[in-house]
């Protein structure tokens, strides 16, 4: 197979946004306030209009209690030779106080809810700060996508 260019930011950003809002599966990084790092699979929706993943976790997870108490998240798509990064702020609300507009959005976009358990669950928003993109060794110069959560190629 012929080796291929490294990408533009603009068609970075492209296959970036391609993959968030078509992915339904990524791998969500979270601390506790002492450090203690926690990694887990979620399924999620991409929400373009406010620009956040959409995720339900059970209320009692470490990944719940670490947003919770420390507001932040990093989040995965791909592996090494295909990657996405996201660093975001991220909040935890209760499932039953959510927006309904946004648990409608969540249930839609994954095809579940946690129908039944509402009150052990929490409604995730990450909303991201940085997002980082590359194909391969080849790619890592110019991997910046976002930074304080605008694109760089200008779009939004």
């Given amino acids: 197979m012929a080796k291929q260019s490294p990408r533009n930011l603009g068609r ?7 993959r968030l809002r078509s992915e339904r599966n990524l791998w969500v990084a979270t601390a506790s306030p002492s450090g203690v790092p926690h990694l887990v699979p979620l399924s999620h929706v991409w929400v373009e209009r406010i620009s956040a993943f959409l995720m339900a976790t059970p209320s009692s997870t470490p990944t719940a209690r670490n947003i919770e108490a420390t507001g932040i998240a990093r989040a995965s798509f791909g592996d090494t030779d295909d990657v996405i990064i996201v660093v975001a702020e991220a909040e935890i609300t209760a499932y039953t106080s959510a927006s309904p507009a946004m648990v409608k959005a969540f249930e839609r976009g994954v095809g579940w809810g946690p129908s ?7 409604l995730v928003t990450m909303r991201p700060k940085t997002i980082l993109a590359w194909n391969g060794v080849d790619e890592l110069d110019g991997r910046l996508l976002m930074r304080n959560g605008l694109w760089l190629d200008g779009q939004s």
């Fill in 116 to 122: 039944g358990q509402e009150d052990g669950f929490s």
């Fill in 12 to 18: 970075r950003t492209r296959d970036a946004k391609r």
